[in-house]
């Protein structure tokens, strides 16, 4: 199984700063990786697919790169919205499965 | 507009069954792959089983396996997972998914309904 290893677990930030979340696989995805946002109580939303690709209707401040083993999502101007909490997922291996990030929490500083 | 909407959570005792329902609407529910992806409380998400278009294709975590089926019916648009005996782990929000290809011959989870609570516990 392929494990994902997303960092920093937490992280504390204000309005207008770049933030930037990383996500590692244990072996190669070939950028078969999404990004989503979920805040309390509602289902995940896409944000980004094929590591870098926009979800349609999500601004652009959000980002997203990387290859291989090691990605990162980058928001370049918090907005007070922004503040949830963000997963990484590796869908290469599907359709036998995909395996998520533990997960960053995104707060106000 | 895609939707999503699933039902049948509750409590159930240890070693219960349960069957959840995804009703879908809004796309051509027969031509994607769907998924049940599950969240326990305060905890992170975790894909439990998907079916290809026809159902002839199904795959489950290992945690599942051989306690959890998961199928479908195009004719009525709608998604089903069967749990038998049910444990405390499972214990957790199920949403019902939409599984799209992105063009490498993989697929993204893009919709997702609201979830339904299952709770096993005593």
């Known amino acids: 199984d392929i494990q994902m290893t997303q960092s920093p677990s937490s992280l504390s930030a204000s309005v207008g700063d770049r933030v930037t979340i990383t996500c590692r696989a244990s072996?190669?995805?070939?950028?078969?990786l999404a990004w989503y946002q979920q805040k309390p109580g509602k289902a995940p939303k896409l944000l980004l697919y094929a590591a870098s690709r926009l979800e349609s209707g999500v601004p652009s401040r959000f980002s997203g790169s990387g290859s291989g083993t090691d990605y990162t999502l980058t928001i370049s101007s918090l907005q007070p919205e922004d503040f949830a909490t963000y997963y990484c997922q590796q869908y290469y291996s599907t359709p036998l499965g995909y395996t998520f990030g533990q997960g960053t929490k995104l707060e106000i500083k | 507009e895609v939707q999503l909407v699933e039902s049948g959570g509750g409590l159930v005792q240890p070693g219960g069954s349960l069957r959840l329902s995804c009703a879908a609407s809004g796309f051509t529910f027969s031509s994607y792959w769907m998924s049940w992806v599950r969240q326990a409380p305060g905890k992170g998400l975790e894909w439990v089983a998907n079916i290809k278009q026809d159902g002839s294709e199904k795959y489950y975590v290992d945690s599942v396996k051989g306690r959890f089926t998961i199928s479908r019916d195009n004719a009525k648009n709608s998604l089903y997972l069967q749990m038998n005996s049910l444990r405390a782990e499972d214990t957790a929000v199920y949403y019902c998914a939409r599984d799209l290809s992105d063009g490498s011959g993989s697929y993204v989870t893009d919709y997702w309904g609201q979830g339904t609570l299952v709770t096993v516990s005593s």
């Open positions: 072996q190669g995805i070939s950028n078969s």
